[in-house]
């Protein structure tokens, strides 16, 4: 079942330049009018959740009053937000032509108390998205008022851009004013529409075309138009020869034997023969050995009775030869000495008292011819 409420915009892309400079200007008599229409429509609404609470019908005569004021107002955002150069008449009734329109259908025969009693908890997802949505269709004409301006044709990407926000928002309001008791839609639903993509695994409503068949091969002299082909005719290609018919397998050749590299020696040159050698004389067999006594062992000590001598002491080890000391280790460093630093206040030298002042009114013996006399006690 389609909606109730669908919006219309006809998209025109020559623009007035000097109407779009001064827009706001122009709209202020009807933003005037519609802030005093709106306010008799909230409250006529106000009465008409009442009467749908305890009737379940929308009285015709509050229902055309509010339709009309959203018909109203949807014409002056239309102006306001440049989809449209023509100005809006002062009138919210159906059978005014103008370029933008919201179409209201008529009233049901009964509408759900129960949701006109949570109309406005139904509505909060509703009016977050219609918040977003005017932000959108206000950007939208922003932009597209220095577009006109500059260029003088309104883009149609920002005409559907600002279509998208006012078509959203004038649905939300019906939804509000207990127009409709359905969540309205995000865009309408028209014949113009761009069909959604095939879910995967989803076969396509129609099957492609079939395109034109390409050759598996390309031929010898490539691909060639008639006009060419008529101004330069191309030769026919050569026959490829027929192989020769098999014969009789012949025997191998033997393998060549390889060719030797030529050989560059040299010849000692001439020298004196050696003269032969005299042969030794033969050597004479060895004399047989007579056996003899074994000697006496001699004294194992150095005993002057024994008749012998004491056996010579044995050789003193060989000295190992010196070492060269090896260079000493970090480790093994002396610690340097500290240098004298300056003494501390510790270490100060108390002064020397001064030597005590003389008094002079001690008598002192005169000097005698020889320096001072000393005087006996």
Not at 43 to 51: D, E, H, P, Q, R
Not at 70 to 91: A, C, K, M, N
Not at 106 to 114: I, N
């Amino acid at each position: 079942m389609p909606y109730p409420v669908t919006f219309k915009a006809d998209y025109v892309e020559k623009r007035s330049r000097l109407t779009t400079f001064f827009r706001l200007i122009l709209a202020i008599p009807h933003i005037i009018f519609l802030y005093f229409y709106g306010l008799a429509a909230g409250v006529v609404v106000i009465v008409a959740w009442f009467a749908l609470l305890f009737t379940g019908r929308y009285p015709q005569g509050m229902y055309d009053f509010v339709a009309g004021s959203l018909r109203y107002s949807t014409r002056v955002y239309g102006y306001i937000w440049l989809l449209t150069d023509e100005y809006p008449p002062f009138s919210g009734s159906a059978g005014t032509d103008y370029p933008v329109d919201l179409n209201i259908g008529a009233p049901k025969s009964e509408y759900s108390r129960l949701k006109v009693l949570f109309r406005i908890i139904l509505a909060i997802p509703v009016l977050i998205i219609h918040y977003a949505m005017q932000i959108v269709a206000e950007v939208g004409a922003f932009i597209a008022w220095f577009a006109i301006v500059a260029l003088g044709r309104q883009p149609k990407g920002l005409q559907d851009m600002i279509v998208l926000g006012t078509s959203y928002q004038q649905r939300a309001y019906a939804y509000l004013a207990l127009i409709t008791e359905d969540w309205p839609p995000f865009t309408d639903e028209t014949t113009g529409r761009v069909e959604a993509a095939p879910a995967f695994g989803a076969l396509a409503s129609s099957p492609p075309a079939a395109g034109p068949e390409h050759p598996t091969s390309v031929p010898p002299g490539g691909y060639a138009s008639p006009e060419r082909e008529a101004a330069f005719p191309s030769s026919p290609p050569p026959d490829a020869p027929e192989p020769d018919p098999p014969t009789a397998l012949a025997e191998p050749a033997a393998p060549e034997a390889p060719a030797t590299e030529p050989s560059f020696t040299v010849e000692p040159a001439e020298s004196a023969a050696p003269e032969p050698s005299e042969p030794a004389p033969p050597a004479a067999p060895p004399e047989p050995e007579s056996p003899s006594e074994p000697e006496p062992s001699a004294p194992t000590s150095g005993d002057p009775l024994g008749g012998g001598a004491a056996p010579p002491p044995p050789p003193p080890p060989a000295p190992e030869p010196p070492t060269e000391p090896s260079p000493p280790s970090p480790g093994d460093w002396p610690d340097p000495e500290p240098e004298p630093g300056p003494p501390s206040p510790g270490d100060w030298r108390d002064p020397e008292p001064p030597p005590a002042p003389r008094d002079d009114d001690e008598d002192e013996p005169p000097p005698g011819p020889f320096g001072p006399s000393s005087t006996n006690p």
